[in-house]
């Protein structure tokens, strides 16, 4: 067996040769160039994957700057939404303020007139009272006076004295 290793055979380097030769030529014809395009359209695809990712990139740094601009608008709108709320709160709280200090104005003056009227009323009624006891009054007093005789013509003269002062 050591023989076979050292000898050196040409005729099988020949045919080793032209096998390799028929090999790489099948290859070449058959099989590299069906690897070779599959490389190609793998690197192919490998760079529009990478161009997709690097658009896709780009779209979603558009597309977050757009997203904080619309952020930052909405913010600045529902700043204004609450500025105006509270306006339009401050002014009907205002409104209310004053109409209702408007109502009470007017309910007191209603009340003032009411009291008025009522004094009014009670001292009218008083003083009918006071007439009607004062005409009583009278009456006996006048009753007492004219049962004596002498006394009624006393009091005749003396309002005929005062009728001519007058």
């Known amino acids: 067996m050591d023989k076979l290793i050292h000898s050196f055979s040409y005729g099988l380097f020949f045919w080793m ?17 069906p690897i070779v395009d599959a490389l190609d359209e793998r690197e192919k695809g490998i760079a ?3 161009e997709a990712a690097e658009k896709a990139k780009l779209e979603m740094a558009r597309l977050t ?18 500025k105006e709320a509270k ?12 109409q209702a200090q408007a109502e009470g104005a007017k309910m007191i003056a209603q009340a003032k007139e009411e009291i ?12 009918s009272q006071v007439s009607s006891l004062s005409l009583d009054i009278a009456r006996k007093v006048l009753n007492k006076e004219f049962e004596d005789q002498g006394k009624q013509e006393a009091l005749v003269a003396d309002l ?7």
């Open 17 to 33: 040769v032209i096998v390799l030769v028929v090999i790489i030529f099948l290859l070449g014809k058959y099989a590299w160039k």
């Open 48 to 50: 529009s994957a990478l």
């Open 65 to 82: 700057n757009e997203n904080e601009q619309l952020l930052k608008e909405a913010r600045a709108e529902r700043d204004v939404i609450l």
């Open 87 to 98: 306006e339009l709160k401050d002014k009907i709280v205002a409104e209310a303020k004053t």
């Open 116 to 127: 008025n009227e009522q004094k009014n009323k009670a001292l009218a009624e008083v003083k």
């Open 160 to 166: 005929l004295n005062d009728v001519k002062l007058n």
